[in-house]
Structure formats: C-alpha cells, structure tokens
C-alpha cells in the first residue's frame, strides 16, 4: 500500500517562491506517475504536473515555466519547485501516485490514484 506525505506548504507574498516535497513509502514499483494536483473553493481540483519513471514532465498552462516537478535519484521524494507564485495559485495541494501511469496521460485522470493528505499554499500580500 502506497503511503504519500507532503510537506513545504505555507504562507507566501506574490512573486515568491515555494518548494513542495512528497515522500512515498510501501511501494516497490518501477514504473509509476506521481502527480501534484490542487484544490481551491473556486475550481475545485486541478491538475498542475506529473512526472513518470522514465522521467517526462507535463505542467498546465497556468504553471509552464513557473514550477518544476522532480525527483530524487532513490525515486522516493517527488519536489515541486513553484517560482513566481501568484495569488491564484494558492490552494491545497497533493500529491498523488498512479502505478497504472494512467494520470501520466492527457486527461489527468485519477481514479486509480493514492492520495497523500495536502498542503495548503497561500499566496497574499
């Protein structure tokens, strides 16, 4: 059983930075997606990036060039990097693991996926 716990969440103003980190543990796949995903009141949940094992990056429109999605080398801890962070990109973010890759694909699906418990990320002057 997949167990996922994020953490870096926080308080931040507009135009700063954040780092995101998901650790993942009780699995021993090879191949895998690992995805962090948002929530506000407004949009409910969204996609922002996923990575696969082998690795491909894909952002949403609203990140591209802004966050980076990554990995450590024991394929453990998945990071998002967010740069230039905006008030609209506060919410409650997750990170999700999908060992069927099907959330690596176009349309973000999520029903296979496990669930760590989210990090809130407030950008506000």
């Known amino acids: 059983q997949v167990q996922l716990v994020e953490s870096g969440g926080g308080s931040v103003q507009p135009g700063g930075s954040l780092r995101l980190s998901c650790v993942a543990s009780g699995y021993s796949y090879w191949k895998y997606c690992v995805g962090w995903f948002r929530q506000t009141p407004g949009k409910g949940r969204e996609g922002v990036a996923t990575?696969?094992?082998?690795?491909?990056?894909r952002y949403a429109d609203s990140v591209k060039g802004r966050f980076t999605i990554s990995q450590d080398n024991a394929k453990t801890t998945w990071y998002l990097q967010m740069n230039s962070l905006k008030p609209e990109d506060t919410g409650l973010y997750s990170c999700?693991?999908?060992?069927?890759?099907?959330?690596?694909?176009?349309?973000?699906?999520?029903?296979?996926?496990?669930w760590g418990q989210g990090t809130q990320v407030t950008v506000s002057s």
């Open positions: 999700a693991a999908d060992v069927t890759l099907t959330m690596c694909l176009g349309s973000w699906y999520v029903g296979h996926a496990t």
């Open positions: 990575i696969d094992s082998v690795p491909n990056a």
